[in-house]
């Protein structure tokens, strides 16, 4: 049985917490493929059953429009579908199904993440001759 503190039990019950995963924004899902002796199982080309929907097959990072969408028509390793509510969820079925990785009972730990360095920076031109963005100062 898990045994709770009194604040974080309280925390747990206090309510819904709801939020809105934005992949524009750097919200990403990872799922992780555990045995069951715990061990992270490895996927037939030898790499671990680690699995990210902001990155693609080969492991790049996938930039995301407005709408969400991956753009370049990069696809992810985990799709993330949207209920008509905007609810967010995924098929780990289909990201085993896609990595090869056999038939079998596993564990499934999924994390929601944000990529603090994935927000939108200015791009600046610095002239080759003085050193200067050409803003003031």
Request: charged share 25%; no cysteine.
């Given at each position: 049985m898990l045994?709770?503190?009194?604040?974080?039990?309280?925390?747990?019950?206090?309510?819904?917490?709801e939020?809105?995963?934005?992949?524009?924004?750097?919200?990403?899902?990872?799922?992780i493929v555990f045995d069951d002796l715990?061990?992270?199982?490895?996927?037939?080309?030898?790499?671990?059953?680690i699995f990210y929907s902001n990155k693609n097959a080969a492991g790049d990072i996938i930039?995301?429009?407005d709408t969400n969408s991956p753009e370049d028509g990069k696809i992810p390793q985990i799709l993330i579908y949207r209920d008509t509510s905007n609810k967010v969820f995924i098929k780990p079925n289909e990201v085993l199904f896609m990595a090869n990785i056999p038939t079998g009972n596993y564990k499934l730990k999924i994390d929601f993440l944000k990529n603090?360095?994935?927000?939108?920076?200015?791009?600046i031109s610095i002239d080759e001759d003085t050193g200067s963005d050409g803003g003031g100062v």
């Open positions: 045994e709770f503190s009194e604040d974080a039990l309280e925390l747990i019950q206090s309510g819904q917490l939020y809105i995963l934005s992949e524009r924004d750097g919200d990403y899902i990872q799922l715990d061990n992270i199982i490895t996927k037939p080309d030898g790499t671990l059953a930039a995301f429009d603090t360095f994935a927000s939108d920076f200015e791009t």
